[in-house]
């Protein structure tokens, strides 16, 4: 098996994930980016609080990509924008308790439609890829300045 036969399976995969997370997320009025938004506030510590630039820089978006879906999400309540305590020109963005709970409900949607693909493997099957790719994936990646996951 050569390597193309490879990267052409994951490429196929990724867009069968990207169509079933765009129609889970959809559900609730959200798209793939702005939950990695979200999800980027929740996982941000206990205020659950990031300024924009680290939002768009743990993103690898623009400043104008970030800008425009916060905008979004602050619209629908979702997140609010405070001054920064420490920094009279800064600003924070907050996860709003809406926010929190149409992730949740977005998440929740998505995860049984994951189940659906890799039903056809087994838990060891899982296991063993989930490894593979994540091999595959340490090669790719940068190492993050905190070491990583």
């Keep these: ?3 193309y036969q490879v990267t052409a399976r994951i490429s196929r995969i990724g867009l069968h994930i990207a169509r079933h997370q765009e129609e889970a997320f959809g559900r609730f009025g959200l798209n793939r980016g702005e939950i990695g938004v979200l999800g980027a506030l ?3 510590g206990p205020k659950q609080q990031l300024s924009p630039t680290r939002l768009f820089k743990g993103l690898m978006l623009s400043s104008a990509g970030i800008t425009s879906r916060l905008d979004r999400l602050e619209k629908r309540g ?3 924008r405070l001054r920064h305590p420490d920094d009279r020109r800064g600003i924070l963005v ?3 308790d809406a926010g929190r709970e149409v992730l949740d409900q977005a998440v929740a949607a998505n995860t ?3 189940k659906d693909l890799v039903a056809k493997l087994t838990r060891q099957q899982q296991k063993v890829l989930a490894g593979l790719l994540k091999k595959m994936l340490a090669g790719l990646e940068p190492v993050p300045a905190d070491g990583g996951a």
Excluded: Q
Aim: glycine share 20%; no cysteine; aromatic share 6%.
């Design 112 to 114: 049984g439609g994951e």
């Design 42 to 44: 929740r996982m941000a």
């Design 94 to 96: 907050e996860l709003t």
């Design 78 to 80: 979702y997140v609010k």
């Design 1 to 3: 098996m050569g390597p």
